[in-house]
């Protein structure tokens, strides 16, 4: 599957996820962002919804960027153990984010729009206990076989400037293209800016 050594996957298998990963997607998701996902799933729950079942029924969906559709998993023992979500940004089809977003989503609105186009990944991370053994260099992998299928030139992402899967990704060919300041929301955040990274795949 995987054209370079960086993509191998000893230990564990790579596959398309699917509804019986929400829960999984969605805690994922919430590391992956620092928690800024849980802070926009909050305004959107009903009755004694909390956040992460608003997070998991939303990946349920068939459509709509954070869905099941859109992920692959790594998978150890049965278990999933680190999720990516990504797809296309395609110029004739990106849409614009409606003024009225939350003021912390904006920087991130606006990087993604410079990102177009490419093969964008929006959420990768792996659960703590299992970083280190490659699942996240295989996931990129795996989508990057996809993108290049697509015809796609370049893969994308937005990660802040104090995590530390900067390194990760600077070590795997991304390379930073714009920032833009962090605006602070309802979350405890420990960058100073979000940074558009890319990789050329072909």
Known sequence: MFDTPQYKTPGFTICPASKDEADDLA??????????????????????????????????????????????????????????????????SYATAPDDVPSYLKPLLALEARAVPSWYINILATYPAFRGQGAASGLIGEVTERARSAGFRYLSLIVGNKNPAFRLYESLGFYETAREGVVKGPFEDRDTHWVLMKKKIF
Not at 32 to 45: F, H, I, N, P, Y
């Open 27 to 92: 805690r994922i998701a919430v590391m992956a962002s620092d928690g800024q996902t849980l802070a926009t799933w909050e305004d959107l729950r009903k009755g004694g919804q909390t956040a992460l079942q608003v997070g998991s029924k939303r990946a349920k969906r068939n459509s709509g960027a954070f869905s099941y559709r859109n992920a692959d998993i790594a998978l150890q023992n049965n278990k999933v153990i680190s999720a990516i979500i990504s797809y296309p940004l395609r110029a004739d």
